[in-house]
């Protein structure tokens, strides 16, 4: 833009080619994959919740998800359970992987800091949420599994907030 309005004739290539000769590129912010990958054999829950995080009284609305933490001597994966009456989490649980063990670890967790049982629990449609060991955990505590479609963020979108004010304002 500023070339053409100095009358000289280039191409983007010549310019794009000088400037990364000179480092001058802004670097892409990388933006992972989803990292939800669901598992196609298993059934899937209905969206009870349905973008609606509006809740009157505490332990009847739970949303959940994983997010992955880099650190200097690999990735932390860290699980969560919030309450949508306050916004308060519930439910915690922290390891080097994210298998079906670290979500289960977080609900149960959340149940015994709130002595609670039959929520609606929501999540994303990741192999964790829906495997057996993880419907178990969630049928003996009569929690009613919610699920959000898979790539849908705006589907768990509080759980998704929470995550990102996290890695900004404290990580």
Known sequence: MALSQLDIKTSYSTVHRIMKKHDLLKKARRHPNCLTRE??????????????????????????????????DGKLYLSAVMDCFNGEI????????????????????????????????????????????????LAKREAIQSMSGTGRCYDNVRMESFFAMLKKEKL
């Open 39 to 72: 598992d196609a054999a298993v059934q899937k829950s209905v969206n009870l919740i349905q973008r609606d995080f509006r809740s009157s009284a505490l332990n009847q609305k739970w949303l959940s998800d994983i997010t992955e933490v880099p650190c200097s």
């Open 90 to 137: 519930v439910g915690l649980a922290m390891d080097d992987n994210m298998r079906k063990e670290l979500c289960i670890q977080s609900f149960e967790n959340a149940c015994k800091a709130r002595n609670a049982c039959g929520m609606i629990y929501h999540s994303d449609r990741g192999f964790q949420f829906t495997s057996y060991s993880f419907r178990e955990s």
